[in-house]
């Protein structure tokens, strides 16, 4: 087990009455809010109405930012830096999934500093001294931002999707209601349930391969996602079902799964540039990337890979080599998101072989753990799934 | 799964190197620091002139509060609060177990306050206002105090053992380093490892019993801690045992496996009593008392003990009753604690069979899940292990 610091001060309200605890979080905090949220869901849905009921009772005076878009760019950015700054603002508070929790993220610590955001954070990776509080109210389950420090931003201008993380944006609160996930378009369900899964792997694909508690916690959550995203897809209103979507996709990312392993985040590397440059949906991406990786360093992994397909996907390894068992495990990986409607080719991605060239140029290839990747290798994994 | 609210803020510096972060947290607070520590092993070992000549090198003023003993008392309580308002003190450092965590969450909140601390927070459980910081360097893996907000305080005038929780005496870091294990007596050892996995069973051996994340983590645990038991008995100093056995007995107290669960703390309450009237290592006590009162519920809890003895303990049910399968997972238990050299009996523990009236008398009885218990049930259960 290698030597770890873990710290998460995140408050978590979780359950069919989560919503309840808003109206105490919010005595918490100042005058001035700044709500972000996406593309007007949480209108039709009306829990935006409820949201600004919960402010406007706690005596709240409320701006908004909406349209936050998935893969979120610097233009939302610095479009909400401006309003904390014009208007004081002393909470952030963003309703949605992880694209506007990443942008409320960027914005606390833009805020916050004299410099350009984007040059300061996510190109110098400056140590972040000041940033407005965040509470979220989650109603998509995929990135875990809800319970991590980390931020993802693209830049349109450059093609760049770059991640900035400090303890400062951690949020303050979380609020996850799993109903609130019952009326999720089935593909964002799916985008987040892939979007888990490779969040998990990357954690536990990784060394040290000998036995400790973190990697049968990664099993663990790895079951537990799987099972719940059959039942979710089978019967949308499952609660149990959606609870342990909503739990597992913020649990994988909350670092306590980080604990004593080097972690391999390749195939994240890979599929950045892909959402940044043809704007696909980051778990949709990933379920054509993360196979793809696999199967290139199964030779690489293979013990840990064996063990994946054995305890994770119950192959029965009587009869079969270590790379057959492996093999198997990654097959079913593949067939699960194939099974639950994700795309497993780059064609189905609408991104051309043409690109190929650009996105291994994009990739950085300082995330890996059993094997350095060279830009040959990314446009090699990429060919096997035109 | 249950509703719930999760909260841990406590920073883990964990590893073969944890307690070179002593310095960077020790600036973080004032001047005055109280160090609270154990018998001596502390001393005998060197962690002491180590710890000290940090706290010299910070500038920081040392005042010790010595010989917190295991089931701490409030005799040490009134010393360490009346130390601490003296010398105003800053920051509390409790070096060792649970005994002297718990000691100092107590004395924590009771320099804070103009009440009498044991009336005030262990019989009126008032909310605290303040509590002077706490640091933890963990000895004894055990009770998972070290990151969590409780504090169990022994009356010996009353033979009361009660508890008190607040979010003010969750530590504000906490030092794990496994090589400090290495020397420990066996005894305590395996004394930790029982009450690890009396919590563990506490946390997962209650309703819901649908599948759910936190089951899920809770077995993961449960194996982890079994495999690493019984590597650490055969080699003191095999690293990655030490190291799974301090993470795990951390991480089954954080909260993370409460989260959804009614638990059932019955087992505990049924110990307090022995270890308060007759000074019982708590660990040893769980021994005696958990698989029995396992085996009083089995039928009302039938389901779950099955599932435990399947998967934690990988009982093959073909051919068995469910009853069996269950009963079979508790026989593994209580062998599991014979083969590490834990009791079995009151006899062992020097409990006469005269006391057990008292014990049950004294026994609280609101932490059941899956069957009330009367004070005769607690008798009957007793009267199972003479």
């Given at each position: 087990m290698k030597d770890f610091m873990y710290f998460n001060p995140v408050r978590v309200h979780f359950g069919k009455n989560a919503m309840a605890a808003l109206p105490e979080e919010l005595e918490?905090?100042?005058k001035n809010v700044l709500l972000l949220y996406g593309g007007g869901s949480i209108k039709r849905t009306r829990l935006y109405d409820r949201i600004l009921a919960d402010l406007q009772a706690a005596g709240k005076t409320v701006f908004e930012l909406p349209g936050v878009m998935p893969n979120p760019r610097t233009e939302k950015v610095y479009e909400g830096i401006e309003i904390c700054r014009r208007e004081k603002i002393d909470l952030l508070l963003a309703v949605g999934g992880g694209s506007t929790i990443d942008c409320a993220k960027a914005v606390a610590v833009g805020a916050c500093t004299d410099r350009d955001f984007w040059q300061a954070?996510?190109?110098?990776?400056e140590t972040a001294e000041d940033a407005i509080p965040l509470g979220v109210v989650l109603t998509l389950p995929a990135t875990g931002s809800e319970l991590d420090k980390s931020s993802v931003i693209t830049n349109v201008a450059t093609g760049e999707k770059n991640s900035y993380d400090s303890e400062l944006t951690f949020p303050k609160f979380t609020i996850l209601d799993p109903t609130l996930t019952y009326t999720l378009p089935k593909h964002q369900m799916v985008n987040g349930i892939v979007d888990t899964i490779s969040h998990l792997y990357e954690l536990y694909i990784s060394p040290p391969d000998g036995e400790c508690l973190t990697d049968e916690l990664a099993e663990a959550a790895l079951r537990t996602e799987i099972r719940a995203g059959r039942a979710a897809a089978a019967d949308p209103e499952d609660y149990d079902a959606r609870a342990d979507l909503m739990w597992t996709s913020s649990f994988a990312l909350c670092g306590m799964l980080n604990n004593g392993k080097e972690t391999d985040w390749a195939s994240h590397c890979i599929e950045h540039p892909i959402s940044a440059l043809y704007d696909v949906a980051h778990g949709a991406g990933l379920a054509v990337v993360h196979p793809a990786y696999l199967d290139y360093i199964c030779p690489d992994a293979l013990s840990r890979l064996r063990r994946l397909a054995v305890r994770v996907w119950g192959v029965d390894p009587a009869g079969r080599t270590d790379e057959e068992v492996a093999r198997e495990g990654i097959r079913r990986t593949r067939e699960f998101f194939r099974e639950l409607?994700?795309?497993?080719t780059l064609t189905e991605l609408h991104v051309p072989e043409e690109a190929i060239d650009r996105i291994a140029d994009l990739t950085d290839l300082g995330c890996f753990s059993y094997r350095q990747l060279t830009r040959e290798d990314v446009v090699a994994i990429l060919r096997t799934v035109l």
């Open positions: 918490k905090f100042g954070f996510f190109k110098d990776w409607g994700a795309p497993a």
